[in-house]
């Protein structure tokens, strides 16, 4: 079976400075992946790449066995299967939930105002705000927002989604009920690819921990494994100050 994302020897500089060192790694189908490791470690860049937000200045990124560093590639087509889930919500704050979420369907999969809003309700249901249809951005929590974001990126029909620290910017309070949904999506079978701080989360729902420093992949394995018993004295540091 073609993995969902194969990453060979990656490269990424920002003028001088080596951000991503020969990065190799593969997310199979069906697969949690969650990265973790310092800031500036280059996981956010990783991630970027992942979907070509960020250009990658050498290596390739195969998306189900297509070359998306290819200059020919459809790039659109390819981003129209991977749903990314920011830090920062990007919900248009003048449209309501609804409206938030069928632009993009309207726009890209040419879908009809009637289905996409039944598309986008499923959706809301699924991360537990259908209550919320009609509500402005400005009236949610930054938790429900993160919701309203990842229903919004799933009201595309991805096959994988890609999440870049989607909780940290909110209240501490408000992370479960974003994890919760993420758990969810990972108990149906979404291939995920989780830059993280919840190492409670990694270790629960996970398959596959990687730890990054300095541009590189340090150590990867499975998640409780990695976290109990880390192998390499730099994860070991790094376990030490966030467990």
């Known amino acids: 079976m073609t993995a969902a994302i194969e990453v060979r020897d990656l490269h990424k500089y920002f003028g001088e400075n080596e951000v991503l060192k020969g990065i190799d ?31 990658p200045t050498s290596g390739v990124v195969l998306i189900e066995g297509e070359d998306i560093t290819d200059p020919e590639v459809d790039l659109n087509k390819v981003r129209s299967r991977i749903g990314m889930v920011f830090q920062s919500f990007n919900l248009f704050p003048h449209m309501t939930v609804l409206e938030n979420l069928c632009i993009a369907q309207k726009r890209a999969k040419k879908r009809s ?58 209240d501490p309070e408000l992370v479960g009920d974003v994890l919760d949904v993420m758990r969810r999506l990972a108990g149906e079978g979404m291939t995920m690819m989780v830059v993280t701080h919840e190492m409670g989360f990694a270790r629960e729902v996970g398959d596959k921990l990687v730890f990054m420093d300095g541009g590189v992949i340090v150590e990867e394995g499975v998640p409780r494994e990695v976290l109990t018993n880390p192998q390499h004295v730099r994860t070991q540091q790094f376990l030490s100050k966030v467990l």
């Open 113 to 170: 105002k009637a289905e996409a809003e039944q598309v986008a309700r499923a959706n809301l249901e699924k991360v537990g705000l259908s209550d919320k249809v009609d509500a402005y951005p400005a009236h949610l929590s930054g938790g429900q927002q993160q919701r309203v974001a990842i229903a919004r990126a799933l009201s595309m029909d991805p096959d994988m989604m890609l999440f870049d620290e989607p909780t940290s910017a909110l």
């Open 25 to 55: 790694f593969t997310v199979e189908q069906g697969q949690v992946v969650c990265v973790i490791g310092p800031s500036g470690s280059g996981k956010s860049t990783l991630l970027r790449c992942v979907n070509r937000l960020e250009e």
